[in-house]
Structure formats: structure tokens, C-alpha cells
T-cell receptor, first 116, second 114 residues
Framework: KNQVEQSPQSLIILEGKNCTLQ??????????LRWYKQDTGRGPVSLTI?????NTKSNGRYTATLDADTKQSSLHITASQLSDSASYIC???????????????FGKGTLLTVNP | EAGVAQSPRYKIIEKRQSVAFWCNPI?????LYWYQQILGQGPKLLIQ????????DSQLPKDRFSAERLKGVDSTLKIQPAKLEDSAVYLC????????????FGQGTRLTVV
């Protein structure tokens, strides 16, 4: 069964500190992995999209890593800001049912709170 | 570039009533999706349209949920009759081609069924 597991479930850090969020997946056949940021009351916004051959991808203070062999990904946030407080969702895209249609499998997200 | 527009933002209804949500995707995006996100969980796909045809509605509770995409652009999602467990955020997303390309989400409609 395709699954995406994220840890920790929630995290509280002080402004200016770094943090790392984890994502393990069992989705196959793998196509790409995405990290989304979802602010409270808003829809998810894409941070990064990584394909099988990409190990690291950065978007400002966000750096995602991907190990396709161990099926693990991480999202590292550097010098956190209050505006980073949000839910971070790991999503994996895979071909569905042997056809040409893709499906997204969502993790439950990590709720990050950045305190002053 | 304008994003995915959804309305209303919030809706409170009593159980057994009906409700409809509207979505206007990004111009030129062929694929449109409706997701249900229950508090504390990731979004769950309800239905996927490619232009005005349904690609996947396997997780849509068809006894009470229906959706259509008018002329391959705007879409409406209807629930009739609503149940308490339908309380959730309903997200609309669109992508240029399919789910292997980047999906852009609207702000969602928060539905509360009392």
C-alpha cells in the first residue's frame, strides 16, 4: 500500500534556529517528491519538487534532500522566521494502476511553530 | 498570474442540507482536482478532471457527492445531503497537464456541518 509517513508530528522551535523534518515513503513506482507549506486556513503551496535523480534542492532557506534508495526525504529550514509557522506536507507522485495517470500520496504533515 | 479561486471561503450548514462549492482554475490548466482535507490529515483526492472529462472519481462518495466541470474551465462540487463527517476543508487544485506536473491549490472552502 502506498504510504507517506512524516515525523515529527509537531515541532516547536525558537526564531532563528534551524530544524529538519523527515519523510519516509513506500510509494511506487516513484515519479517525484514534493514538499508543500500550508499556512493555517490556506491551501498548500509548493516549496520543492524532486525527481529520482535529484539529491538536493534548495528554495531560499528551505533545502530538501532525497535518498531514493532508502525512500527518505528531509526538509531543512535554516534561520527560522515566525512566518515559517505552518504545516509542511510531503507528497509523492506515482503512476497509478499501470496506466498513464499519476496519483499523489500525501503525508499528514508536520506542524511547525516558530516562537519569538 | 492569477491563482486558483474558490468560493465561498466558509460555509456552515445543518446535516441533511445541501451545499455547493465553486472553483475557477488557473487559465490554461487542463487538469482540475477536488480534495477533501479533514483536520489533522493530508488532502484526499475526490475527483480529477482532464478538460471536462472525469479521469478519476474512485474516492468520491457518489451517493451524496457530485461534481462537474463546465466547458472544461470552472467546476462545482455539490454535497446532498450533508453528513456530520463531511466537515472538512475542500481544496481545488489545477495543473497544466497531470498530477506529475506541479499542482496549484486554492485557499479552500471550510465546511462545517452541524
Amino acid at each position: 500500500k502506498n504510504q507517506v509517513e512524516q515525523s515529527p508530528q509537531s515541532l516547536i522551535i525558537l526564531e532563528g534556529k534551524n530544524c529538519t523534518l523527515q519523510c519516509n515513503y513506500t510509494v511506487s513506482p516513484f515519479s517525484n517528491l514534493r514538499w508543500y507549506k500550508q499556512d493555517t486556513g490556506r491551501g498548500p503551496v509548493s516549496l520543492t519538487i524532486m525527481t529520482f535523480s535529484e539529491n538536493t534542492k534548495s528554495n531560499g532557506r528551505y533545502t530538501a534532500t532525497l535518498d531514493a534508495d532508502t525512500k527518505q526525504s528531509s526538509l531543512h529550514i535554516t534561520a527560522s522566521q515566525l512566518s515559517d509557522s505552518a504545516s509542511y506536507i510531503c507528497v509523492v507522485s506515482a503512476l497509478a494502476g499501470g496506466g498513464s495517470n499519476y496519483k499523489l500520496t500525501f503525508g499528514k504533515g508536520t506542524l511547525l511553530t516558530v516562537n519569538p | 498570474e492569477a491563482g486558483v479561486a474558490q468560493s465561498p471561503r466558509y460555509k456552515i450548514i445543518e446535516k441533511r442540507q445541501s451545499v455547493a462549492f465553486w472553483c475557477n482554475p488557473i487559465s490554461g490548466h487542463a487538469t482540475l482536482y477536488w480534495y477533501q482535507q479533514i483536520l489533522g490529515q493530508g488532502p484526499k483526492l475526490l475527483i480529477q478532471f482532464q478538460n471536462n472529462g472525469v479521469v478519476d472519481d474512485s474516492q468520491l462518495p457518489k451517493d451524496r457527492f457530485s461534481a462537474e466541470r463546465l466547458k472544461g474551465v470552472d467546476s462545482t462540487l455539490k454535497i446532498q445531503p450533508a453528513k456530520l463527517e463531511d466537515s472538512a476543508v475542500y481544496l481545488c487544485a489545477s495543473s497544466l497537464k497531470d498530477l506529475n506536473t506541479e499542482a496549484f491549490f486554492g485557499q479552500g472552502t471550510r465546511l462545517t456541518v452541524v
